[in-house]
């Protein structure tokens, strides 16, 4: 199983990005997609999760109304659209995929992980 994470770059505030997780090995469609940030020094900050019905919630502390994640199981490849971005978004994005039947804001609950994408936000 891979998760191959991609889209990250560097942006000036206020532009948009869209990240992509693309997996190999899995069905995306079984499992719940999350999307989470971690910063330098500091712990995994969950940001979106999607589940395998569609469910959608957001980490209203970091989207404030901003991102939008989504999934194309046609595609095996889930989506975190981004925009509005702030220098405090500045962080490593990562995807993951849950364990089978579970979903979770917790980055414990998830089984696999994408190797993560880098976004730095210019003010």
């Known amino acids: 199983v891979q998760l191959q994470a991609f889209g990250g770059g560097l942006v000036q505030a206020g532009g948009s990005l869209r990240l992509s997780c693309a997996a190999s090995g899995l069905l995306l469609g079984t499992r719940a997609m999350g999307w989470f940030r971690q910063s330098e020094g500091k712990e995994y900050e969950f940001v979106a999760l999607?589940?395998?019905?569609?469910?959608?919630?957001y980490s209203s502390d970091v989207v404030q109304g901003r991102f939008t994640i989504s999934r194309d199981n046609a595609k095996n490849t889930a989506y975190l659209q981004m925009s509005n971005l702030k220098p405090e978004d500045t962080a490593t994005y990562y995807c993951?995929?849950?364990?089978?039947?579970?979903?979770?804001?917790?980055?414990?609950?998830?089984?696999?992980w994408g190797q993560g994408t880098q976004v730095t936000v210019s003010s």
């Open positions: 999607i589940t395998s019905g569609g469910n959608i919630r």
């Open positions: 993951a995929a849950s364990r089978s039947g579970s979903y979770s804001v917790y980055d414990s609950a998830y089984e696999y």
